[in-house]
């Protein structure tokens, strides 16, 4: 199976900067979309920001212009560059990896991994 592991977060002012990261590991043949979600007190999980094995990325309209997501393919590893950082970015991140790991020395299988979860406080 896939194992997938968040680190990064943690209590920083407004107007400041976080960089959140997330690595993948176990029998991973390929990675396709890595994406970052957030679910703050009381409401949904929302989608923050995502990226293709491509490259090509996406964004929530909240993060636009602030947010940079960013991955290290050979390192199996997402990151997400947070700066101008409001009060409403208060959350709980939570990682989303999907693509392909071996199942046994014959077969491959997709996965679509989330890991534990890292909180991200905005306050003064």
């Known amino acids: 199976q896939v194992q997938v592991v968040e680190s990064g977060g943690g209590l920083v002012q407004p107007g400041g900067s976080l960089r959140l990261s997330c690595s993948a590991s176990?029998?991973?043949?390929?990675?396709?979309?890595m994406d970052w979600y957030r679910q703050a007190p009381g409401k949904e999980r929302e989608f923050v920001a995502g990226?293709?094995?491509?490259?090509?990325?996406n964004y929530a309209d909240s993060v636009k212009g602030r947010f940079t997501i960013s991955r290290d393919n050979g390192a199996n590893t997402v990151y997400l560059q947070m700066n101008s950082l409001k009060p409403e970015d208060t959350a709980v991140y939570y990682c989303n990896i999907q693509g392909t790991y071996r199942r046994s020395e014959v077969y491959t299988s997709l996965f679509d991994s989330w890991g534990q979860g890292t909180q991200v406080t905005v306050s003064s």
């Open positions: 990226i293709t094995a491509g490259g090509r990325t």
């Open positions: 176990g029998s991973i043949v390929s990675i396709n979309a």
